[in-house]
């Protein structure tokens, strides 16, 4: 299996509190990703980052920001969380972009009440 | 339009069918194509990777792209109750990220 962890594994916030997810590699893969999976919609692309400080954005970006200030970790930031972030976020890594397998974290359940 | 479309299903069948999940997509420059398997509560797992048009087989798995019509499928022989799970397409052209379908989900009964 990829080393790729993701924390919190589970975790319930209230509405308008600010949500950090983190992704742990030790792949030494440049680029990492940032995925929400929802019912209907499958998995859809919020961030993503191609190195160390580079990152840019995805199909479903609004309320979340992200930082790399190391190969090796990648965070994800619901700025206020909101019922509509409620999902499950996936962490994903490929070592040379989209042409190549992304292999996946285990997945943050998160739920915003 | 989505870039990718697939059926979610469900899709049932006894175990030993041969199973055939399906995606389309409508981007021409997609050259990379995979499949991935996710079972609950689980992440994904790359089951099979294809650059470009053709075939690949692994074990009871073939993959397949036909650029052409731009379609591509995936076969399962003799599937089995643990290949119970939802089945995602996903593809890419040269850029930074994957393209996914939403997910078949199967269910193999014995």
């Known amino acids: 299996d990829a080393g790729i962890t993701q924390s919190p594994r589970h975790k319930v916030t209230e509405t308008g509190t600010p949500v950090t997810l983190r992704c742990h590699q030790t792949?030494?893969?440049?680029?990492m990703y940032w995925y929400r999976q929802d019912p209907g919609h499958g998995l859809r692309l919020i961030h993503y980052s191609y190195g160390v400080k580079d990152t840019d954005k995805g199909e479903v970006s609004d309320g979340y920001s992200v930082s790399r200030s190391k190969t090796e970790d990648f965070l994800l930031t619901l700025e206020s969380a909101t019922s509509s972030q409620t999902s499950v976020y996936f962490c994903a890594i490929t070592s040379t972009g989209g042409g190549t397998e992304a292999f996946f974290g285990q997945g943050t359940r998160l739920t915003v009440v | 339009q989505k870039e990718v479309e697939q059926d979610p299903g469900p899709l049932s069948v006894p175990e030993g069918a041969i199973v055939s999940l399906n995606c389309t997509y409508s981007?021409?420059?997609?050259?990379?194509f995979m499949w991935y398997r996710q079972y609950s509560r689980k992440g994904p797992e790359l089951l099979m990777y294809t650059y470009s048009s053709g075939n690949k087989e692994d074990g009871r798995f073939t993959a397949q792209v036909d650029k052409s019509s731009k379609y591509i499928s995936l076969f399962i022989r003799d599937s089995q109750p643990s290949d119970s799970a939802t089945y995602l397409c996903a593809m890419a052209n040269s850029g930074y990220a994957l393209n996914f379908g939403k997910g078949t989900s199967l269910l193999v009964t014995p």
């Open positions: 981007n021409s420059a997609f050259q990379y």
């Open positions: 792949e030494n893969h440049r680029y």
